[in-house]
């Protein structure tokens, strides 16, 4: 069974050279009106291709855009609706990151194309397999404050925003893998059947795209055998969280899925000792009833330095020839 | 309001007393001395000019916009964690790591056994309070936000890095007090990020504060506070400064189920805003609170650290503070009458 390693989904957009962050430098410019919206437009591209060009050289199979043009994981899909205003700022999970809360005033409006645009021009410099990332609309609705009138139940919601990624994803060509995040899962687990009913239709309109789920930031070890019977082609699982607890699931209960281990910790600079990977996680490899296994990080890089999250895609690398 | 502590300590508060939370705008004059420090076109004594006079420009500004207790702005700190992580053992500075938006910070790492090297805040906050005769709050970053927001290489588990931090950062407090410090604020914005961990967290400050002599504030902010209220109020703190204006008020509706049983300090202006909020926004909110909280408790202030403002902007929301906290007083002191 071929073992694979791919990106998470988001990269670090700074680093610590004057020169890695003109990004930052961009972006306080064009805040204090001394450069254009073109000039900072030309400096994103350059930085998404800088991230594709980084996880390229550190020789992963399966690329992202890092996410570099996404304000954070919440409001930067939600602000592209009409009916969203976009309010104060929340940290996100138990991070020291933080999101602004989307307040959803009307009914969802598209006011353009999500990311579909976007993902098209990145296609075409990255060399690799490539996977679009996105937040689930499950995790959307629940991260947002929503005015009754719109919608009086949290399915309403959920359904529009499946409908809208949805048909989104079904105009995306030349990718690989469709990535639906759907974190919040690891804190309402009772959510489990609207992500379920949001992923069906994703299923429907993905192309020829495969799909995949993403959860994060938390043990979901209690979900693994209910995430089986889900439309999606893969499973993204985070370990740094109960790690024993769902090793001792996985291995018990080989999936048939592909699944995209989460086995280095994309919020601990600690860089894990590859042997020790590879004693924990042979097993898994050796009994996976998929077609195919890829090696991740727990979750996006962003949290990390990002020297240290080049690193980390690196051992990914190290830690595939050990296994394979 | 825990006013025998307050009145124990020698300080008489009027009602809706107003505070700030902590960090105020650098000056540019400061920004270019410490951009001049780092490429040592200025020395160390020219700089600590620099960071005396905007301390003494703001202890003044507050004094002008009559706030009851102040704060020394932060003059001299880059960010909250890093700064101690700077002045204490065990720490390296991390990479840059994005925060929100296009804000970055250093996140420190800890690679050795971490340890007080002695005072770190101390010779500020008597400088600070030289310049008045108002309380002046004494200001650190807890052990639990310190553990969390730093990464961590030598301690086996949160708790037992959380716990290594509380014992170092206790030294601080008790040479706040030894130098006269009355009013401490230690602040945890990190407390909501695990509700789990609440245990670790009341460990960690229950290591910090126990015993000693001061009246304690924590600032908490921008979590999920649905998680951790109402047990956080079990936290050995004599006051919970709290932003509500960023939320529009929503922690309120948790008040409203569970009272809120220790002092508050409301921040009632979002300080993430260019906008500076009218009087009439800021005196409604005062009103919503103190229909849920009894006004006894509560003191007035902006949300968080009001750094990311210009000057200009840091001063009017601060003026807008003072004046809905005089209008709050004179109205529920003539009710009371």
Request: hydrophobic share 40%; net charge neutral; aromatic share 10%.
């Amino acid at each position: 069974m071929p073992i694979f390693t791919a990106n998470h989904s988001s990269y670090p957009r700074i680093g610590d050279k004057p020169e890695e962050q003109r990004l930052r430098r961009a972006f306080d410019s064009r805040d204090r009106n001394e450069i254009r919206d073109e000039e900072l437009e030309a400096v994103i591209r350059e930085v998404v291709s800088d991230a594709v060009a980084d996880q390229e050289k550190a020789g992963l199979d399966l690329v992202t855009d890092g996410q570099i043009r996404w304000y954070d994981p919440i409001s930067h899909l939600m602000q592209s609706f009409k009916g969203v205003k976009v309010g104060g700022l929340l940290r996100f999970f138990d991070t020291n990151f933080y999101f602004r809360v989307p307040r959803v005033e009307g009914r969802l409006e598209r006011k353009g194309t999500l990311f579909a645009d976007e993902v098209a021009r990145v296609r075409k410099s990255a060399r690799r397999p490539f996977k679009v990332v996105l937040t689930g609309p499950v995790t959307l609705a629940a991260f947002s404050e929503v005015d009754g009138t719109a919608y009086p139940r949290l399915e309403g919601l959920v359904q529009d925003l499946t409908k809208f990624l949805a048909a989104e994803c079904a105009a995306l060509s030349d990718v690989s893998w469709i990535q639906v995040e759907e974190p919040v899962l690891v804190r309402r687990p009772e959510l489990f059947p609207l992500v379920a009913s949001s992923l069906a239709e994703f299923s429907r309109n993905k192309g020829p795209a495969k799909l995949n789920l993403a959860t994060y930031f938390g043990d979901v070890s209690a979900l693994y055998e209910k995430f089986q019977g889900l439309p999606v082609d893969g499973l993204t699982l985070d370990f740094s969280y109960g790690a024993k607890r769902l090793l001792e699931v996985v291995e018990k209960t080989p999936s048939e899925k592909v699944l995209f281990l989460g086995v280095v910790d994309g919020r601990s600079t600690r860089l894990e000792n590859l042997k020790e990977l590879g004693s924990v996680y042979e097993k898994i490899c050796a009994r996976h009833k998929g077609k195919e296994l890829y090696l991740t990080s727990s979750c996006g890089l962003e949290y990390l330095p990002r020297g240290r999250a080049f690193e980390k895609l690196a051992l990914l690398v190290k830690l595939k020839e050990v296994l394979s | 309001m825990n006013r025998d502590k307050l009145k124990k300590l020698g300080i008489d508060l009027p009602l809706f007393p107003t505070t700030s939370v902590g960090s105020f705008p650098k000056p540019d004059e400061l920004k270019k001395a410490r951009a001049d420090f780092r490429k040592r076109a200025i020395t160390a004594a020219q700089f600590r000019q620099k960071e005396e006079e905007a301390t003494r420009f703001w202890v003044k500004k507050q004094e002008e916009l009559d706030i009851d207790i102040l704060v020394d702005g932060e003059m001299y700190r880059g960010d909250m964690v890093a700064y101690f992580a700077e002045t204490m053992e065990g720490f390296e500075q991390g990479g840059l790591v994005r925060s929100y938006g296009n804000r970055y910070y250093h996140k420190p790492v800890i690679v050795r056994p971490v340890k007080w090297k002695g005072p770190i805040t101390v010779d500020w906050w008597q400088f600070a309070q030289r310049q008045t005769v108002r309380p002046m709050k004494g200001m650190l970053t807890g052990p639990y936000t310190i553990m969390d927001w730093c990464f961590n290489e030598y301690y086996p588990d949160r708790r037992a890095t959380a716990l290594a931090l509380a014992k170092e950062i206790r030294k601080e407090v008790e040479a706040l007090i030894g130098a006269g410090a009355k009013i401490i604020q230690i602040d945890e914005p990190a407390l909501s990020v695990r509700p789990e961990e609440m245990a670790v967290a009341r460990e960690a400050v229950e290591v910090v504060t126990k015993g000693l002599p001061a009246y304690f504030v924590t600032h908490v902010c921008y979590g999920a506070f649905e998680f951790i209220y109402p047990e956080m109020l079990s936290l050995p703190f004599d006051n919970f400064d709290l932003e509500m204006s960023n939320s529009d008020l929503d922690l309120l509706r948790l008040f409203g189920k569970n009272p809120f049983t220790k002092d508050l300090s409301a921040g009632v202006v979002d300080v993430h805003s260019h906008r500076v909020e009218d009087l009439v926004t800021v005196r409604r909110r005062i009103e919503g609170i103190a229909r849920v909280v009894s006004p006894e408790r509560i003191w007035i202030d902006p949300d968080c650290g009001l750094k990311t403002r210009t000057v200009e902007e840091a001063v009017s929301k601060l003026q807008v503070v003072s004046l809905a906290a005089a209008e709050a007083r004179q109205k529920w002191q003539k009710k009371a009458v």
